[in-house]
């Protein structure tokens, strides 16, 4: 059998046993995000205030971007703190010794991504529905596929920079955070695309998250989701992911041909 | 008597890095229901090879077949069926003993976890840390644990790096004894890297003495010392660290 969903569990089992016997573990989850969510709110409400620079009310994208941002990065989190958990813990060779496939210590950690993003996702939609009358649910049935491909990507991103720290070692693990704002100024997730300069605009748009923020805003305005983008978004996962499982794959390959993986694991 | 079915063959097994040959040709066996040490001084390339048995790390070249299949072929199979336990990694320490132990036996997929967990804390006589903090044991009980989640799954094959290393002498010898116990019971197969000659001759019927990533010495540890003329294991060991003894003898 190729792929083992009992095997899947087993690992996430391991995370949720983490999480629930550490409740400190939740601030992590819960702490950056309400305090994005407080400074881009509050932010918010003085645009809106200042009548002078005339903001429309669609102003609140700035509250939508960032909770939609924080899916992104929460389902890369997912990812790449779940590894590092096991590097931290000396943990990883037990793993890498244990009848596991690659393939599947991976589905674990993206599975570990989508329990992040879940209380993430509860905790912001109810804090900014209550504090800032923005309401996720007002993007309608398109949220379906933004929250899709922004985990999507998040998944991606977190398998490359799992690969990286596996291949540069701990020394590397800032990139398990930094990794996802190396393309957040190019992701349009506060301001759109033709605000770059041309050159810079196509690499925007071979972002899969870069026509969920478009759309994003798009809907606040009242026009339609724009469906079509958000097709294209799906396609630029399918092709980032290939890149991010040929990358992760590749540099498995290498740390186990040069003994980095030992290594790492045991630092 | 027939000699027992190799439930482990390495075959000329070298790892190079960069300039620096870790392995050179390396062939050994060990049967069914043998336990067998693996020694030498440090950088003599133990380290290495049991991360290539252990898949961890792939050979340049050679092979290593375990239970008649190619490692690298059925990695999944034959892992289902093997252990390890080393003093150099730990259990997760932020989990309860208890939950690093169901983890463990789920991915192993033991039957009745639960009943087999609490067979082997008695076993090791850690029944009272089942629901303590993996974090705040001792070293030995630590490596009580680490040995307990390495018999999860009844391996057929159990390789333990140092198992010994940072115990007292009286832990050391209950696990030593324990190991012994454990084969005799149960036909057990052990590979085991040491730095500790009591422990080899106590627990291994054979060593294999590794020296610059070749076999410096092979046999039972009687043999070796007989014919290297040595009074023990450890004046052996002192003498090819030091450079006094190589693959002909005393120099």
């Not at chain 1, 389902?75 to 244990?98: H, K, P, Y």
Request: proline fraction near 5%.
């Amino acid at each position: 059998m190729p792929f083992s969903i009992h095997t899947v569990s087993a690992l996430v089992l391991r995370y949720v046993f983490l999480y629930t016997r550490h409740p400190v573990r939740f601030v992590e989850l819960i702490f950056w995000p309400l305090v994005d969510l407080l400074v881009w709110g509050f932010l918010t409400i003085y645009l809106q205030k200042t009548a002078a620079a005339g903001f429309p009310a669609s102003i609140t994208f700035l509250i939508g971007g960032m909770i939609l941002w924080d899916v992104l990065f929460r389902s890369q989190q997912g990812v790449a703190i779940s590894f590092l958990e096991d590097v931290w813990t000396r943990n990883l060779l037990n793993v890498f010794v244990a009848p596991v496939r690659s393939v599947e210590y991976v589905a674990a950690t993206c599975l570990v991504g989508v329990l992040r993003v879940g209380v993430t996702l509860v905790i912001l939609t109810v804090v900014a529905s209550l504090a800032y009358g923005f309401h996720l649910a007002d993007l309608g049935l398109a949220l379906i596929p933004f929250l899709g491909n922004l985990m999507l990507f998040g998944w991606f991103l977190g398998m490359v920079s799992t690969a990286l720290i596996m291949r540069w070692g701990q020394a590397a693990e800032s990139l398990a955070w930094a990794v996802p704002f190396f393309i957040q100024p190019l992701a349009a997730v506060f301001y759109p695309v033709s605000v770059l300069p041309w050159w810079l605009q196509p690499v925007a748009k071979a972002l899969p998250c870069t026509p969920v923020f478009e759309g994003m805003r798009a809907v606040l305005s009242g026009q339609a989701a724009p469906w079509g983008q958000l097709q294209s978004a799906l396609l630029l996962n399918l092709v980032w992911g290939a890149l991010a499982a040929w990358f992760f794959a590749a540099n498995l390959r290498h740390v186990r041909k040069t003994g980095l993986l030992v290594k790492v694991a045991t630092q | 008597m027939p000699p027992a079915t190799p439930i482990l063959e390495a075959d000329r097994l070298a790892k190079v890095f960069g300039e620096f040959t870790a392995l050179d040709g390396l062939s050994f066996t060990v049967a069914e229901g043998e336990s067998l040490g693996l020694l030498g001084v440090n950088g003599a390339g133990k380290t290495t090879a049991m991360n290539l048995l252990l898949g961890l790390t792939t050979p340049t070249s050679g092979t290593v077949r375990i239970f008649g299949l190619d490692l690298w072929k059925h990695r999944i199979e034959i892992l289902r069926q093997v252990n390890f336990s080393s003093a150099y990694t730990a259990l997760p320490s932020n989990l309860l003993v208890w939950q690093n132990l169901t983890v463990f036996a789920r991915l192993y997929r033991v039957p009745r976890p639960k009943q087999r967990i609490d067979e082997l804390l008695e076993l090791l006589d850690i029944s009272h840390l089942r629901k303590s903090v993996t974090g705040t044991l001792s070293a030995g009980e630590s490596t009580r644990v680490n040995l307990a989640k390495a018999l999860l799954n009844r391996p057929r094959l159990l390789l333990l790096d140092e198992p010994t290393a940072s115990l007292d002498p009286d832990i050391a010898d209950r696990v030593r004894k324990l190991l012994r116990h454990l084969q005799q019971e149960t036909g057990l197969s052990i590979l085991y890297t040491s730095h500790n000659m009591r422990d080899i001759e106590e627990v291994c019927d054979r060593l294999v003495f590794l020296h610059g990533g070749k076999v410096l010495a092979e046999g039972t540890p009687g043999e070796v010392k007989t014919r290297f003329n040595q009074a023990s294991l450890e004046d052996f060991f002192i003498g090819v660290a030091r450079g006094e003894i190589d693959a002909i003898g005393l120099k």
